[in-house]
């Protein structure tokens, strides 16, 4: 990468949320289209700008991983420039000298039959381990044993998948078509149970005794619900942590192909606004393959129910998740516990965390990720 030399006095010219330069072991950064991402909240960052921050990421409050590091280099400016520094014109004239070459590679970037959003400058394609003007989706199956250890290390640009465009569009979503897309459905869906259940027909453990079933009111429908939404969130952390997470074999290329598609490409590109949440054309089939499957396991209204809920359950936790990577909670508050125990699953524990909306199954699975602790300074 081309270098060149900042003093700290303009670099702490660069001191507010427009624009936010930091120093990090004599690097300079400017980490500006970082902001509204980070972890630990906008203001946290912005009151860091223009300073020195090579002991705020050795915590505390939070040391920052090996990956969160590696993420930190793509917003790489230049070297800091202290008194006494020789060289600095020569290294300039070095700058010039390369800018030529970086036009005509940028160029050659952009006249690729597949145009990519602007933002995939912040990778070098020229030392990664896939070509990153093509889809994805067939080339990571190559990387096999290296796979692993490349999809884990994360970056921010954008990420296509597909040759198609129709279908890389139907695998990518607005956040808001979620609830613009099932809330309506929700709602339509509890109003027929709850009418359902209002005309008296519905009982409960017909199939064992006539006798003894239970009658099932219509003031039952809002706890069924919240029970639905009960049963999503342990769906929601078993599927997370043994579809999403499953390791495929090396040697299997399918399998790689498929965790990627999944799961991968989020985990490789947390911040891709379009790969946040499911999106509507795929969920509608993973959708219908569950009341299928519930249908049959508990018919009924008691079952439609419940179901809905869990139907309300995944609409919460696709805009939390959402949130969670774009929003910036107040700090203390329970989502902002949520968006930093996240991160963490994202930057540093990929094996444990796997609840989004909750903590609440990490415990009886025992994947919680542990509590950093610090030594303190006598």
């Not at 290294?91 to 010039?96: C, H, N, R, T, Y």
Request: proline content about 6%; glycine content about 6%; some cysteine.
């Amino acid at each position: 990468m081309e270098k060149r030399y900042f003093s700290m006095a303009e670099v702490e010219e660069h001191a507010s949320a427009e624009s936010c330069w930091i120093v990090h072991e004599s690097r300079v950064y400017d980490v500006s289209a970082f902001i509204p991402r980070h972890p630990g909240g906008q203001q946290l960052l912005v009151q860091r700008a223009g300073r020195d921050v090579s002991r705020d990421m050795d915590g505390p409050p939070h040391r920052h991983s090996t990956n969160a590091r590696r993420w930190l280099q793509q917003y790489y400016i230049g070297e800091l420039r202290r008194e006494g520094d020789q060289g600095e014109e020569e290294e300039l004239e070095q700058f010039s000298q390369k800018q030529q070459a970086f036009r005509e590679r940028r160029i050659n970037y952009q006249a690729s039959d597949l145009v990519m959003d602007a933002r995939c400058k912040s990778v070098d394609p020229e030392n990664d381990l896939v070509d990153w003007n093509k889809p994805l989706l067939w080339q990571v199956g190559l990387l096999r044993e290296k796979y692993d250890e490349w999809v884990h290390q994360p970056i921010d640009r954008p990420i296509r998948l597909f040759y198609s465009d129709l279908v890389e569009a139907c695998s990518k979503t607005a956040w808001y078509m979620v609830p613009l897309v099932w809330i309506p459905i929700v709602i339509l869906c509890s109003w027929y149970c709850y009418t359902d259940l209002a005309q008296g027909n519905t009982r409960i453990f017909t199939s064992f005794t006539t006798e003894y079933s239970i009658r099932v009111h219509k003031y039952c429908f809002p706890l069924l619900f919240v029970f639905g939404m009960f049963l999503w969130s342990l769906v929601e952390y078993l599927i997370h942590r043994y579809v999403f997470h499953m390791k495929p074999p090396a040697s299997n290329y399918y399998l790689i192909t498929l965790h990627f598609m999944l799961h991968g490409q989020h985990h490789k590109s947390p911040f891709d606004g379009s790969r946040l949440v499911f999106p509507p054309v795929p969920a509608s089939l993973v959708v219908a393959l569950f009341y299928t499957a519930f249908h049959l396991v508990a018919p009924g209204a008691v079952g439609k129910s419940i179901f809905v809920g869990g139907l309300g359950g995944y609409v919460v936790y696709d805009m939390i998740h959402y949130y969670l990577h774009y929003g910036s909670p107040k700090k203390g508050s329970y989502l902002y516990g949520l968006k930093a125990y996240h991160v963490k699953h994202h930057f540093e524990h990929q094996k444990l965390g796997f609840g989004i909306t909750s903590r609440m199954w990490d415990y009886p699975f025992k994947t919680v990720i542990p509590e950093e602790k610090f030594e303190k300074i006598h």
